[in-house]
C-alpha cells in the first residue's frame, strides 16, 4: 500500500499515543521513511504536524524527540473536544439544518460510503476519509449557531489529538482499521438522522461517543475477541 502524508501521520501519532515511540526517543523524517516505506516528502510533512500537535519536539540538531505527553494529557483534550463537539451537536439539532449544511454532510456520507463499499483496497483510504471526516465535523462545529464554541475549541485545537477528525491508525491490522472507519461512518449517519429528526439528545450523546471513540475504539479494536481472554474464550 503506498502511504501518503496523512497515512504517515495517523501511523506515528498511533504509535507515540501508544507508547511504541517512547518519550525522548529521536525520531527522524529518514527512519519514518524507511520504517513505512515512504519518500522523505510525506514523512516530512507527517513530522511537522506532529511537531504542531506537541506529541514530538525539534531537535537542536536534525529530527525531533517524541515528547512527555502522558495518556492523560491525550484524555483531557480528547474529553473537552468532545464536550465542544456534543454541544455544537446538540445546537445544530435543535435549530435545525440549513440546506447547504444538509447537503455537505450527506455529501460526506455518501463519499465515505463509497470508499468502504469499494471490493478493491484503496492505497489512499485513510487520506481520503480523514479529508471528508475532518469536512464533516467542522460543518458541524461552524454551522450550530454559536461561534463561541468555535472560539473556546481554537483554544485546545493544538493540543495532541484535539484537532477536529483526527484519527490515529495501525498500518499492521488494515482489516480491523477499517471497520474502525466502517462504525465512525456508521455515526455520521446515525448523527445526520438526529439532525434531521430535530432531536438534540440523541446528537448530543451520539456525537460525544463518536468523538471520545479516538482513545475508547482504539483500544477496543486491538484487543482480542473484544477484550476476551483468548485462552478462557469457549466455542460454541
Known amino acids: 500500500m503506498a502511504l501518503r502524508s496523512e497515512n504517515v501521520l495517523a501511523i506515528v501519532r498511533n504509535q507515540i499515543i501508544r507508547g511504541d515511540r517512547q518519550p525522548g526517543e529521536r525520531i527522524t523524517e ?15 510533512t507527517a513530522l511537522a504536524a ?12 536534525r529530527g525531533f524527540t517524541v515528547g512527555h505527553i502522558t495518556t492523560a494529557d ?4 480528547i474529553e473537552v473536544r468532545a464536550s465542544l463537539e456534543s454541544l455544537a451537536a446538540g445546537l445544530l439539532a435543535d435549530r435545525g439544518m440549513s440546506d447547504a449544511v444538509e447537503t455537505t454532510l450527506l455529501g460526506v456520507i455518501d463519499s465515505t460510503q463509497t470508499l468502504l463499499d469499494s471490493d478493491d483496497p484503496d492505497p489512499d483510504l485513510l487520506d481520503s476519509y480523514s479529508a471528508w471526516n ?10 450550530c449557531g454559536n ?20 484519527l490515529a491508525f495501525d498500518h499492521s491490522d488494515l482489516k ?38 479516538t482513545l475508547n475504539y482504539s483500544d477496543l479494536f486491538v484487543r482480542d475477541r473484544y477484550g476476551r481472554d483468548k485462552s478462557k474464550a469457549r466455542s460454541v
Open 176 to 213: 480491523r482499521q477499517r471497520m474502525r472507519l466502517t462504525v465512525g461512518h456508521s455515526q455520521h449517519v446515525i448523527l445526520f438522522d438526529a439532525f434531521k429528526q430535530r432531536d438534540r439528545l440523541r446528537a448530543e450523546a451520539v456525537m460525544r461517543e463518536h468523538s471520545l471513540a
Open 50 to 61: 506532529l511537531a504542531a500537535e506537541g506529541l514530538i519536539e525539534k531537535r537542536t540538531g
Open 147 to 166: 461561534e463561541l464554541i468555535g472560539y473556546a475549541f481554537e483554544r485546545i485545537a493544538m493540543l495532541p489529538m484535539a484537532a477536529l477528525g483526527t
Open 74 to 77: 491525550v484524555t483531557k483534550a
Open 134 to 143: 475532518k469536512i464533516f465535523h467542522e460543518t458541524i462545529m461552524q454551522s
Open 30 to 44: 529518514a527512519a519514518v521513511a524507511a520504517e513505512l516505506g515512504v519518500s522523505r516528502t510525506p514523512a516530512r
